[in-house]
T-cell receptor, first 119, second 110 residues
């Protein structure tokens, strides 16, 4: 597709429920990132994939968070036993560049995000 | 990790006025990125600065990185309603991530 697609756009989960958030990056983009953005804050890094390899997961807040990208394209972020503090917008970004922060001319391409509300 | 402070937190300007947003780092910046975010949407890349003293422009938006590479400014000339949104600066940190400031919310009134 033309951009990074994320689904669902909105998700309401009951506390304790498991959720799965999907990211469809731009075709051919080798780098894929997940960020978490709380209300009124900047995005915070969660994890980074280069093709199917998860090279950095240092930003995942707890072992309830798990991400995968098994075939090097679509990625899923899974949150188990959701808590209220997990409520945030989850942003996915992709880049054709292998450098840490994306292409110098184009940066990352971000999706519109999934807004997760845990009640 | 590198702390990025943005100022002001929010800004309301009249259409046609100029404005400046600042981003200050606690450490030397080796790559400084400016993004714009509209409510409920993802981030749109504006510009990236690397060298001390570097300045880039795109349409009516100019970004500068100071010589010491610890401060960047984003200047909008003759603001339009289409400039409204949240402006975020981001800096490369060790590993594979960008570290972002909290953002500056801009509203442009008629």
């Amino acid at each position: 597709g033309a951009g990074v697609s994320q689904s669902p756009r909105y998700k309401v989960a009951k506390r304790g429920q498991d959720v799965a958030l999907r990211c469809d990056p731009i075709s051919g983009h080798v780098s894929l990132f997940w960020y978490q953005q709380a209300l009124g804050q900047g995005p915070e890094f969660l994890t980074y994939f280069q093709n199917e390899a998860q090279l950095d997961k240092s930003g995942l807040p707890s072992d309830r968070f798990f991400a995968e990208r098994p075939e090097g394209s679509v990625s899923t972020l899974k949150i188990q036993r959701t808590q209220q503090e997990d409520s945030a917008v989850y942003l996915c970004a992709s880049s054709s560049s292998l450098t840490a922060a994306g292409d110098f001319n184009y940066g990352y391409t971000f999706g519109s995000g999934t807004r997760l509300t845990v009640v | 990790s590198q702390e990025l402070e943005q100022s002001p937190q929010s800004l309301i300007v009249q259409e046609g006025k100029n404005l400046t947003i600042n981003c200050t780092s606690s450490k030397t910046l080796y790559g400084l990125y400016w993004y714009k975010q509209k409510y409920g949407e993802g981030l749109i890349f504006l510009m990236m600065l690397q060298k001390g003293g570097e300045e880039k422009s795109h349409e009516k938006i100019t970004a500068k990185l100071d010589e010491k590479k610890q401060q960047s400014s984003l200047h909008i000339t003759a603001s339009q309603p289409s400039h409204a949104g949240i402006y975020l600066c981001g800096a490369e940190q060790s590993g594979y991530a960008l570290n972002f400031g909290k953002g500056t919310s801009l509203l442009v009134t008629p």
